[in-house]
């Protein structure tokens, strides 16, 4: 089964850090471009972070640049995001998202993990 | 507030057929990047529902179909069942390849 299972979400205060991970299985990691997504309460979803299928190619949202950083390691099949000082409106739940083969969109997405920062 | 407007909320009986909308701009949709279309049940992962505006994914049953013009796009769901009651979401691109997305349309099954 194609699989993605984020972990790594919980409570921390403005300026702390997380991070966040994404288990891949049922497919070939290695091939597939990724995203981060998220999506705060109450609101529509919102563009992260992607990563090319060899890490080489990596662009960030305006809001997040300088504070996450995305990586990837494709012999664990593993994505990750570096969250640093975190701000009270990165509040929110965070996906992880497959990019399908173009024309696809994401076509695979995991259940999210939240991530709350608060004092 | 979201790149892509969509109306906040649709309804309609079983049987019925309803339309969502999702307008963005010469930015985006009418720039020419395809918009997808995403079905979103709360706690659980969303599912891709139309892919490069009017095409389904395998499994996906032709209840559902997207279209796009200019700077907007629509998905129609005809034959309404108590199960598609969730979020929709359309989603694009922009001239920087950021993915964009809609605030989200909630669909009642009266």
């Known amino acids: 089964e194609v699989q993605l299972v984020e972990s790594g979400g919980g409570l921390v205060q403005p300026g702390g850090s997380l991070r966040l991970s994404c288990a891949a299985s049922?497919?070939?990691?290695?091939?597939?471009?990724m995203h981060w997504v998220r999506q705060a309460p109450g609101k529509g979803p919102v563009w992260v972070s992607r990563?090319?299928?060899?890490?080489?190619?990596?662009t960030y949202a305006d809001s997040v640049k300088g504070r996450f950083t995305i990586s990837r390691d494709n012999t664990k099949n593993t994505l990750y995001l570096q969250m640093n000082s975190l701000r009270a409106e990165d509040t929110a739940v965070y996906y992880c998202?497959?990019?399908?083969?173009?024309?696809?969109?994401?076509?695979?997405w995991g259940q999210g993990t939240t991530v709350s920062v608060s004092s | 507030q979201s790149v892509l407007t969509q109306p906040p909320s649709v309804s309609g009986a079983p049987g019925q057929r309803v339309t969502i909308s999702c307008t963005g701009s010469?930015?985006?949709?009418?720039?020419?990047?395809?918009v997808h279309w995403y079905q979103h049940l709360p706690g659980t992962a969303p599912k891709l529902l139309i892919y490069?505006?009017?095409n389904r994914p395998s499994g996906v049953p032709d209840r559902f179909s997207g279209s796009k013009s200019g700077t907007s796009a629509s998905l129609a769901i005809t034959g309404l069942r108590a199960d598609d009651e969730a979020e929709y979401y359309c989603?694009?691109?922009?001239?920087?390849?950021?993915?964009?997305f809609g605030g989200g349309t909630k669909l009642t099954v009266l």
């Open positions: 998202a497959r990019k399908g083969p173009s024309p696809y969109g994401l076509d695979v």
């Open positions: 049922g497919f070939s990691f290695s091939s597939y471009w």
């Open positions: 990563i090319s299928s060899d890490g080489s190619i990596i």
């Open positions: 010469t930015s985006n949709i009418g720039a020419g990047y395809d």
């Open positions: 490069a505006n009017s």
């Open positions: 989603q694009s691109s922009d001239s920087s390849l950021s993915l964009v």
